[in-house]
């Protein structure tokens, strides 16, 4: 599975970005698809995930309310939709995907994309 991400970029706090990820090479529609941000000098961090069946997501405490993340299974795609943006959410984004069930640790995807830069200004 190869991955794509897209639709960084610089805002102001209180604004609003969506993120896409393109996935190729195979369906990824039973997968956990997720989204992970690294902050500078920190290590990758969970943001949100989506379950391949059902469609049960997870967020880390500090979005929930703010972000959405959604898939589109025709398209082999999914999004992360972030409003209400604030400056400590300024990061690298990576998309992944799961073969398992709703992994919230890095280490539980086997597939990542290249990442795409969020900067938000106060």
């Known amino acids: 599975v190869q991955l794509q991400a897209s639709g960084g970029g610089l805002v102001q706090a209180g604004g609003s970005l969506r993120l896409s990820c393109a996935a190729s090479?195979?369906?990824?529609?039973?997968?956990?698809l997720g989204w992970f941000r690294q902050r500078s000098g920190k290590e990758r961090e969970f943001v949100a995930n989506?379950?391949?069946?059902?469609?049960?997501?997870l967020y880390e405490d500090s979005v929930k309310g703010r972000f959405t993340i959604s898939r589109d299974n025709h398209m082999n795609t999914f999004s992360l939709q972030m409003n209400n943006l604030k400056p400590e959410d300024t990061a690298v984004y990576y998309c992944?995907?799961?073969?398992?069930?709703?992994?919230?640790?890095?280490?539980?995807?086997?597939?990542w994309g290249q990442g795409t830069k969020v900067t938000v200004s106060s």
């Open positions: 989506i379950a391949g069946v059902g469609g049960t997501s």
């Open positions: 090479g195979r369906a990824v529609r039973q997968y956990t």
């Open positions: 992944a995907v799961d073969e398992g069930w709703l992994g919230q640790r890095a280490d539980d995807y086997e597939y």
